[in-house]
């Protein structure tokens, strides 16, 4: 099993519409990332998690929130999708502290299309 | 966050040594260099980090100079499966708002027979 899972994989949502998007990891990480990645624009930050308890917003948090609702759970939801949140979303984790925290392991990703 | 500036894309050919460059001028004290690997429609693959002089793995070696604001990530011998995108990162990974683990557009490198 993979040890960052993402659901869907794919997912065909129309506009307005509120959808989520899973992740969750079996790495005992305590950080965890959501990107999306468009054509020619590399991997941008949503948001960030350290911790349970802790949330922030990376590059380009505005239309998305999150829910870290375990050290193993991180959702990524968008509360009124737009065609342009089409995307391919990455999930990913990381250890914390130590020389080598700056690993993160990706999932496999979500395709999302807003239609 | 120190910015990193990589070529947007390079071309090889099988069996030769590729080098691809990431300039980080404001590299701070504290900050490591991370390089990750990501093939199409993949999540990206960490490949190597280092903090100065060389640093070597069995699938690269990273080359920092002394004034640590460059890098360069060296590929051996590629073939057609390192056809991918690069990433350079650069970051504190003892500082949480230091390690947001921030990517930039990476480098696409082609590799043909």
């Known amino acids: 099993d993979a040890d960052v899972t993402q659901t869907p994989r794919n997912r065909i949502t129309k506009t307005g519409k509120r959808i989520m998007l899973e992740c969750s990891q079996t790495k005992g990480h305590d950080r965890m990332y959501w990107y999306r990645q468009d054509p020619g624009l590399g991997l941008r930050l949503i948001y960030y998690?350290?911790?349970?308890?802790?949330?922030n917003k990376g590059e380009i948090s505005d239309g998305y929130s999150v829910s870290r609702q375990a050290q193993a759970k991180f959702s990524l939801s968008l509360e009124s999708a737009i065609p342009n949140q089409t995307a391919l979303y990455f999930c990913?984790?990381?250890?914390?502290?130590?020389?080598?925290?700056?690993?993160?392991?990706f999932g496999q990703g979500t395709r999302l299309t807003v239609v | 966050l120190a910015k990193t500036t990589q070529p947007i894309s390079m071309d090889s050919y099988e069996g030769q040594e590729v080098n691809i460059t990431c300039s980080h001028n404001?590299?701070?004290?504290?900050?490591?260099i991370t390089w990750y690997q990501q093939f199409p429609s993949q999540g990206p693959r960490f490949i190597i980090q280092g903090y100065k002089t060389k640093v070597t793995n069995e699938v690269a070696s990273l080359f920092i100079p002394a004034d640590r604001k460059s890098s360069t990530l060296s590929l051996p011998r590629v073939s057609l499966s390192d056809t991918a995108v690069y990433y350079c990162l650069v970051g504190d990974p003892f500082t949480g708002g230091g390690n947001k683990l921030t990517f930039g557009t990476g480098t696409q490198l082609k590799v043909e027979l």
């Open positions: 404001n590299i701070a004290t504290n900050d490591y």
């Open positions: 990913a984790t990381s250890d914390a502290g130590g020389e080598r925290n700056t690993e993160a392991f």
């Open positions: 998690s350290f911790d349970v308890k802790d949330i």
